[in-house]
């Protein structure tokens, strides 16, 4: 066992949220209270950063500036998604020795979860001691073994911010543009575009997540009925719906689109909704498509989520310097009200690689809606109330 | 002249503002004060509610409610954006007359204006008592006789707050998606556009706006001008963006996309800007197009525009008891610095119809980004700081 002091390397990597730099907040405030770990040091854009030695002293940065962190969205070090080549997992581990690192903690989804598990194994095959602990993130909520992920609160809190604001922008010009399209984010699932349904009575009228494989004819007629009922439609829809043959609905063809994990680019599903209204039900459509707001908003801050994204980078240290390897910690939910949450943990194989979807119970029957079972699991996690709105009362003047 | 009480009428019409609300306010507790005002009515969806007498009571709303539209954005009364006939300008005046109404104030853009302007004539035509005030409103700040209007600084701010976090973004995944494109708003003019550049160091690298002929191989130039020299580019374009023989570069072509004042629906603009530079210069590149959340975001209200919103609110009660006629509100800036604004008044024949466009000092020689006289202008409008963000510095670690 280690007995000298060691020094601990953190990276971020993957899509920013609005508190990974709360993680690392969590890492860095945590790890200076430690005697065990002597130098911070911060990979830049990630493993491709450390492949460089493109690294940054966290430990002598301005205390203020690393508090600060707790409220800047985005990512401070910088991301990156690259997928290491054979060789480069021993560059990997020939940097990590120099620097006399023992420590290595990643911040990212399960990809990152996948090349941290990677580096920790090559450490031990090499008989190097070295402890990787995987801190999650993810606005899209789908690491297996997490009730929810740290960024999915914020990036659910934006969305149910945003689809108030537009509904609400909706009802105003009920006579002028009669429907509304929201392109949301998600590759694979469903939960930020679900988000939206945390607006209350400004939320959705129809909303379609990739669990659900699209049906255009389907789809039109849910329109049409909201029409007919309402007047006006709001309609929430996640970039990555697919076909009912699993093809995206709408992607970028080109390669240069794909990413190194061979996901491609998504792009185009609200357009081509808005386009399939036009020229079927002859509605005055609008898109709106806040695109990387979602995940990049730092006025949309869940308080809750800022504090669980300080909580797993600290818990990540603790683990480190308790000679834990190969694992990530995990968001436990312990009560639903009042709302509660401890850390866990898992192995960092169990969370690499596979997603996971919205279950059954959160989805309507009639698949163009949520649950009042997702609004119960969701709205603990988007924190204090989102607005404070008013409405005229209907009150006929005399006469 | 007008001994007894009268009724006043409100109506809000055109697009929605973030403070389109606090006008109403502010016309309805300046009204409550005064003893020559009766009953304060409003319109529900402005003229076409009021041709269907869908009006609604609004002394004896809760106070605590007629407050809180301050901080409420979009419009509390519906809007419209209605042509009249010549027929419906008579029932107008006759519902008018059949409600003893005094006070014709309507919050809108310049086409509201003309509306007004046309009741007024109408009633002085018929002999009818009506004392007919406009109060500006609108987002695109495109009002002549203005320094700027109730609408645009809340946009404007909302408009810096997401350049800085979609800036922010797009540095932490420079690795991975190397530019990206936000479409804003705007049919005619750049003012909303241009606002981005008040995101300070997070400032759009490359802003379009139509003032300038679009022109497809400049474009491309100036995206690989900048991602040659720093490897990653944020563009902000505005959705009005126009080709050299003033035709829109992207408009729904389709009849119902319309409106009765002849203006075309836009849109698409920022995904044709994607593909030009993904097809011309093999760039990942990413889409972001925020729509109507520009103008009705209650999270990026700027004070200074609630507050300046109110008083061009409370001033049109105020002139209009006053017996003037025929006239709006305008904004009229006193000094820069310290910022100071007064109301001004000016015909409501004057601010109709016609448009005011970015001046030439405002755009860059290279006619691809704003001039610091621009923000020198701008920034005074958008409030409080927008954001206490914090970044790392560049400290090289110890080996």
Chains 1, 2 share one sequence.
Request: glycine residues 8%; contains cysteine.
């Amino acid at each position: 066992m280690l007995k000298a002091k060691g020094n601990l390397l953190v990276g971020q990597s993957g899509g920013p949220s609005a508190v990974i730099n709360s993680s690392l907040c969590g890492i860095i405030e945590e790890a200076i209270k430690k005697e065990e770990i002597g130098e911070i040091i911060g990979m830049k854009n990630g493993i491709q950063g450390l492949l460089k030695e493109d690294l940054i002293d966290l430990r002598r940065q301005n205390p203020d500036v690393i508090k600060g962190l707790k409220r800047t969205p985005t990512m401070a070090l910088g991301s990156c998604r690259y997928k290491l080549k054979e060789q480069e997992y021993d560059d990997i581990l020939k940097i990590i020795a120099k620097y006399n690192i023992r420590y290595f903690l990643y911040i990212g989804g399960n990809d990152s979860m996948h090349t941290t598990h990677e580096i920790g194994r090559l450490a031990k095959e090499k008989g190097y001691e070295l402890y990787v602990i995987g801190v999650p993130k993810t606005i899209d909520n789908d690491l297996l073994h997490n009730d929810h992920t740290p960024g999915y609160g914020s990036a659910a809190r934006y969305n149910a911010i945003m689809a108030t604001e537009i509904c609400m922008d909706t009802i105003s010009l009920k006579y002028i543009e009669v429907v509304k399209v929201v392109e949301t984010m998600g590759r694979n699932s469903g939960w930020v575009t679900a988000a939206t349904a945390l607006a209350g009575k400004y939320s959705p009228h129809l909303i379609y997540i990739p669990e659900i494989p699209f049906n255009a004819e389907k789809f039109l007629n849910d329109v049409k009925t909201v029409y007919d009922y309402q007047g006006y439609v709001v309609i929430a829809a996640c970039e990555g719906l697919k076909n009912p043959n699993g093809s995206f609905v709408a992607a970028f063809q080109s390669k240069m689109n794909i990413d190194p994990f061979g996901n491609p680019e998504l792009g185009g599903l609200g357009q081509y909704l808005v386009d399939l209204i036009v020229q079927n039900l002859g509605l005055k459509t609008r898109l709106d498509k806040p695109g990387t707001m979602q995940r990049s908003s730092g006025s949309a801050i869940s308080k809750v989520d800022a504090d669980e994204a300080y909580m797993v980078g600290a818990k990540a240290v603790n683990l480190a310097i308790s000679y834990i390897t190969d694992k990530t910690v995990t968001l436990v939910r312990t009560s639903n009200s009042p709302y509660s949450c401890e850390t866990g943990l898992a192995n960092l194989e169990d969370v690499a690689i596979e997603t996971r979807k919205m279950p059954p119970e959160f989805i309507k029957k009639d698949q163009n809606n949520i649950t009042k079972a997702f609004i119960e699991y969701a709205a603990p996690l988007i924190g204090c109330p989102i607005h404070d709105y008013v409405e005229l009362a209907d009150i006929k003047p005399k006469l």
